[in-house]
């Protein structure tokens, strides 16, 4: 499991649907782009609303989600599909694409605070050093 991990299209996603009766039905789905989605397969279209509810959470989060009796869904793990689906490597070239932008604004706030001097004193960069 990769807890850091969000909901996206390349991700396997373990969840439990809650309804009304407060019964739980635990599944596994890979969210895949729409035109490859299956729910007999458990792949889940990204465009779907469930995955939609989900987009951008991370595991432990709990979505109320309202659908016939289903009143909401907890997310218990976000994993890299193991599926060799197409979307694959656009998933990792989007990963090293958001770890370089996280870095990128890390080394611009470091910056700023390094050279930042005003009337009302010098900004502290303490504590930047340690942004992941």
Known sequence: MDDELGVRVGRRVRIELVNDGGEVEEMA????????????????????????????????ATIEYRQGDICRVKLLAVERSPKDLEHDAASRRQDVLDKALRAADRTNALNYASSFSSKWGDYDPEGIEDWE
């Open 29 to 60: 789905l890979d969210i895949v782009p729409d035109e490859q989605a299956d729910f007999a397969s458990n792949l889940l279209g990204a465009g779907t609303a469930l995955a939609r509810a989900l987009a951008g959470r991370k595991a432990g």
